[in-house]
C-alpha cells in the first residue's frame, strides 16, 4: 500500500468532507462519519504515513482519490472523483 506521508489534521479533514463524510464528535481525535463508515483522525501533526493510509482504506477511498481530495480547492461530491479518475 502506498504511504500517505506529511498530511495534516485539518487537511485530512477537509478532505474527508468533501468525500462526504462530517464531524460526528472531537477529542483528542477527530471522528467523522458518512452515516455508513465512521473513521477516526488523530490531531496529529504530521499524521504518520501508515495510519493516514488505514484511514483512507477504512473510509472506503483509494490513495489517489484522497490525494485529489486533498489538492482541490472547491467543494465536490465523491462522484466527481470517482469520474475524474475513470477519465484519467
Do not use: Y
Not at 75 to 88: L, Q, Y
Request: glycine share 8%; net charge positive.
Amino acid at each position: 500500500m502506498p504511504s500517505l506521508p506529511g498530511v495534516n489534521h485539518q487537511d485530512a479533514v477537509r478532505a474527508l468532507q468533501k468525500a462526504g463524510f462530517w464531524v460526528e464528535r472531537q477529542g483528542r481525535h477527530i471522528i467523522m462519519t458518512d452515516g455508513v463508515r465512521t473513521v477516526s483522525v488523530p490531531r496529529h501533526n504530521p499524521i504518520h504515513a501508515i495510519t493516514m493510509g488505514n484511514i483512507v482504506r477504512d473510509a472506503g477511498l483509494t490513495n489517489d482519490e484522497f490525494r485529489k481530495l486533498l489538492s482541490l480547492g472547491s467543494e465536490i461530491d465523491r462522484s466527481t472523483v470517482f469520474a475524474t479518475a475513470c477519465k484519467t
